[in-house]
């Protein structure tokens, strides 16, 4: 398959459905209110129309995943906690019809975890979940986001957020375009 250029018009003019946002979180350790890194991306019809990354400061200084997304507490130690990070994050979130993550009960939980703890509330828009848009679209023998995104030419720098975003909303854009999807949801 050819790579996508998620940032230019499609090549043939489609009929797609409207704005979503593709959310990746990175956590510090195991607990689901430990977001250190969230990325996001905005998708109108078929075409990425912002990114935002942000750093968080996590609620303990043990990092116990940096080994997986090398942010350590030297580099969160004085960036904004969730509670000061979100109401800003938040504001992209307008006028989506959904957010789709590779593995969405993962980041669906820790977007619970971190709204609950600072006492925002949560956008009120449902989740859909890449790795099953995946699954059903292409039947690859792996779902990994590494997989799909190496099979739909999708540049990607594993466990960074944005990347990670900017790969999930990459799937949605070759779900709609392949004609997978139905409305905002898959075949």
């Known amino acids: 398959m050819n790579s996508l250029n998620l940032f230019e018009d499609p ?20 607990g689901a209110d430990s977001a250190c890194s969230v990325g996001i991306i905005v998708v109108d019809g078929l075409k990425v129309t912002r990114k935002a990354h942000f750093l968080i400061r996590p609620p303990r200084k043990n990092m116990r995943f940096t080994y997986v997304h090398g942010i350590t507490w030297k580099d969160v130690e004085k960036e904004p906690v969730f509670a000061e990070v979100w109401p800003k994050a938040a504001e992209l979130l307008e006028g989506v019809e959904f957010l789709a993550a590779h593995n969405a009960s993962f980041d669906r939980g820790v977007l619970e975890a971190c709204c609950r703890v600072s006492g925002l509330p949560l956008p ?42 900017l790969a999930c909303a990459g799937i949605v854009i070759a779900a709609r375009m392949q004609g997978h999807l139905a409305g905002n949801f898959v075949r």
Do not use: M, Y
Request: include cysteine; aromatic fraction near 6%; charged fraction near 20%.
């Open 11 to 30: 090549p043939t003019p489609h009929i797609a459905p409207g704005r979503f946002a593709a959310i990746d979180f990175e956590t510090a350790d195991h």
């Open 124 to 165: 009120p828009v449902p989740f859909q979940c890449t790795v099953r848009i995946a699954r059903k679209a292409w039947q690859l023998r792996s779902n990994r986001l590494p997989d799909v995104a190496r099979h739909l030419g999708i540049p990607l720098n594993h466990h960074h957020a944005e990347s990670d975003a």
